[in-house]
């Protein structure tokens, strides 16, 4: 038996409450959780997977990229078919990378977010709970943490780590003499980044695969983006022979599944 876990984006800009510019209200206690979870049960997790947002100040997904009627846009909001031509790139060089007609056709739209993960910053930085968290399981264990880096295209929307980082699936599901692989996700946040993470791992996978991997999301260890809520539903689409709900008991140090 393998057990991984999956972190994802645990950054200060999604974590610190007072600081972060895209915060979720529960991510502090969930950062604290993991570390808990880590401490205690670090001999549980044969590896640990860290994924992290690397932005660049203007990049497709941030608010400062566009003009909406002319004016700055501030703050979350969506480019879609029905409001595309209200939408300009305050760079008038950057038009050319704004896949406008498949917006127009309702093939492709754009979240937008507050700016965040900007690579040298604070905010880019993991959360302090867990990075303690890391360094102690790493040297208790004598393994390395895997880090893997994703929204670096100021072009392209990466929610799924895997986007860019597509060979590392195999690595991961991989386990040491054909044994079972349980991946265990948690991290920032639920509703976007983990989903689609677990979406593009979920992808690969073949009905051989059943009983030999097992795909688990630590509810208590994960957060959504509030008013994002009912993207909980999307969870729904994977097959319960591989994915399942589980949670992280802070007094027993267990991990369980959840009903």
Known sequence: MRNVLFITDPQNDFCDASRGSLALPNAEADCRMIRDMLEHRADFFDSVVVSMDMHTEQSVFHDIFWLKDGKPVEGIDAIDRTNVER????????????????????RFGIDLWP????????????????QAALH????????????????????????SVFT??????????????????????????ASHCVYFTIRDTYANLERSDV?????????????YVPGFESMEARYSEFDPAFFGRARYDAETHRIGEAE
């Open 136 to 159: 102690e399981w790493s040297c208790a264990t004598g393994t390395y943490v895997e880090y893997l880096f994703k929204g670096m295209d100021p072009f392209r929307e990466e929610y």
């Open 211 to 223: 009983g030999r991997i097992r795909l688990r999301l630590i509810s208590n260890c994960a957060s």
């Open 115 to 130: 700016v965040h993960c900007v690579i040298g910053t604070w905010g880019n930085a993991i959360n302090d709970d867990v």
């Open 87 to 106: 939408f300009r790139p305050r760079n008038g060089e950057y038009e050319r990378f704004v896949p406008r007609e498949q917006i127009r056709q309702g």
């Open 164 to 189: 860019s980082n597509h060979d590392r699936i195999t690595s991961l599901l991989l386990a040491a003499g054909g044994g079972t692989t349980t991946v265990w996700f948690c991290g920032e946040a």
